[in-house]
């Protein structure tokens, strides 16, 4: 069989499939959004940053960009007083995954992703070890989801609340379960 055949049966036998397959996953959020959190969803970037800095000197910010209404791009991150990212934080990382297994730019990731299909900060589910993270998050999603709201692309900061009791934190995840 000649060379040009193989491409041709191979660019019909997978590409075509992997195309179709990538374009109907790419409407799922927007047929989802249709009837999302943030109904009325103005276009821009929209920053949430917490008001102080935390112990260890980082201040967490979400910034959502959105797109035709629904919320297509997701940055979370902190920022130190110098203006360092967390997520470049070499040791912070590497130190972090040691503790714990898992590297907390997972989190970031994993969250940022749900927020994109779902639209609503809401319906986040954690990961292992990973509540704090996703009750700040969450707490900035909805402010910055507030702001697209009302079309107010100044950056926004917010108070976030003490960490839950593991206590707490076990028994919400026994009733997201349920």
């Not at 047929?31 to 969803?41: F, R």
């Not at 130190?95 to 898992?102: C, H, I, K, M």
């Not at 299909?117 to 993270?133: C, H, K, M, S, T």
Request: charged share 20%.
């Amino acid at each position: 069989m000649p060379q040009s055949t193989r491409a041709v049966l191979f660019f019909r036998l997978l590409w075509r499939p992997l195309f179709k397959l990538t374009f109907l996953i790419s409407l799922v959020p927007l047929i989802i959004g249709c009837d999302n959190y943030g109904a009325g969803l103005q276009d821009g970037y929209f920053t949430a940053i917490s008001e102080h800095y935390d112990k260890e000197g980082w201040r967490d910010y979400l910034t959502i960009f959105v797109n035709n209404g629904a919320i297509t791009t997701v940055e979370f991150n902190a920022v130190n007083a110098t203006g360092f990212l967390k997520s470049w934080d070499m040791d912070y990382l590497s130190q972090a995954q040691l503790e714990s297994g898992v590297n907390p730019n997972h989190y970031a990731r994993l969250y940022a992703n749900q927020l994109i299909a779902l639209q609503d900060p809401e319906q986040i589910r954690g990961a292992v070890g990973g509540d704090r993270v996703r009750q700040i998050f969450t707490v900035l999603a909805k402010e910055a989801i507030s702001q697209s709201t009302m079309g107010d692309f100044s950056l926004v900061s917010v108070s976030i609340p003490p960490p839950e009791s593991t206590q707490d934190s076990q028994e919400k995840d026994i009733a997201d379960k349920q």
